[in-house]
């Protein structure tokens, strides 16, 4: 394909809509590129226990007001999910919206190309507004695959997102060799796995801690996001532990980042 074979009223089609914000929520990181893109894969990476699944669960009971939400769990049943979700709903008037499977609980055998027909069919039946994977990393689908096979796997995705039009949120874990006093700055190739399934997804967050004294000063940094300019890349998060919920997002400069990031603790 070239460019005259793209219509003008369809090339303009497409970009007044990356204009408009379809999947809002009120964190700032995400209305940088006007909120979560349907037809676009979003990854979230961070070290083990660093607040990616209470960031999912937080951006869930946002987005759950736009329509039905689908979170795929690979780590946590279903009802522990529900639980959690019960206890932080407060002030959330659509939280049926919610519909969770686990791996967990799923006997799919190991037929990958059966569970895409369920997902898939799966999807189409909820319509939902969005669909978070927590975790790819650990996904049977995704774990302990050749890089080759990963990669075929997240293609999958990508088109499933582009053919249902819904933003797809993953969720991944960095490799071993990063963990919490890590002495360095985390980027896209520290993915647990092939580090080629950065290429393939529109939109990088990387959620990282900075232990600094008795605190943590929680940071995200949006280090791709392939159809949108954006002012701010780097943000702090502010956690409330009588919630286990990030409550809300500020931007912050990189010469603040950095300072934090110099003050943080060393072993």
């Known amino acids: 394909m070239n460019f005259n074979e793209?219509?003008?009223d369809e090339l303009f089609r497409a970009q007044q809509l990356e204009r408009l914000t379809i999947v809002d929520s009120s964190f700032g990181f995400l209305d940088e590129h006007n909120g979560l893109r349907p037809g676009r894969l979003h990854l979230l990476l961070g070290a083990y226990g660093s607040g990616k699944s209470t960031l999912i669960d937080d951006l869930m009971l946002q987005t759950c007001c736009n329509g039905n939400v689908l979170n795929y769990k690979s780590?946590?049943?279903c009802k522990d999910f529900i639980m959690n979700i019960d206890r932080k709903k407060k002030g959330t008037?659509?939280?049926e919206n919610i519909h969770v499977e686990s791996e967990l609980e799923h006997g799919d055998g190991d037929c990958v190309e059966t569970f895409k027909?369920?997902?898939?069919a799966k999807i189409e039946a909820l319509r939902p507004s969005v669909v978070f994977w927590d975790n790819l990393t650990t996904s049977k689908w995704y774990a302990e695959k050749r890089s080759g096979e990963q990669l075929s796997f997240v293609m999958w995705l990508k088109g499933l997102a582009v053919?249902?039009?819904i933003p797809i949120f993953l969720v991944a874990h960095t490799n071993k060799n990063i963990?919490?006093?890590t002495q360095r700055i985390?980027?896209?190739n520290d993915i647990r796995g092939t580090a080629s399934?950065?290429?393939l997804v529109d939109y990088l967050y990387i959620l990282q801690r900075i232990p600094v004294g008795n605190e943590y000063y929680t940071t995200i940094r949006i280090q791709k996001h392939r159809h949108h300019r954006i002012n701010n890349n780097y943000w702090c998060l502010r956690y409330s532990k009588d919630l286990n919920s990030f409550t809300s997002d500020a931007a912050i400069s990189f010469e603040d980042f950095k300072a934090r990031y110099n003050q943080r603790n060393k072993l």
């Open 75 to 77: 780590e946590e049943f």
């Open 163 to 165: 053919r249902c039009n």
């Open 179 to 181: 963990a919490e006093y």
């Open 197 to 199: 399934v950065i290429n």
């Open 93 to 95: 008037d659509f939280v």
């Open 117 to 120: 027909l369920w997902f898939t």
């Open 186 to 188: 985390i980027d896209g």
């Open 6 to 8: 793209i219509p003008e």
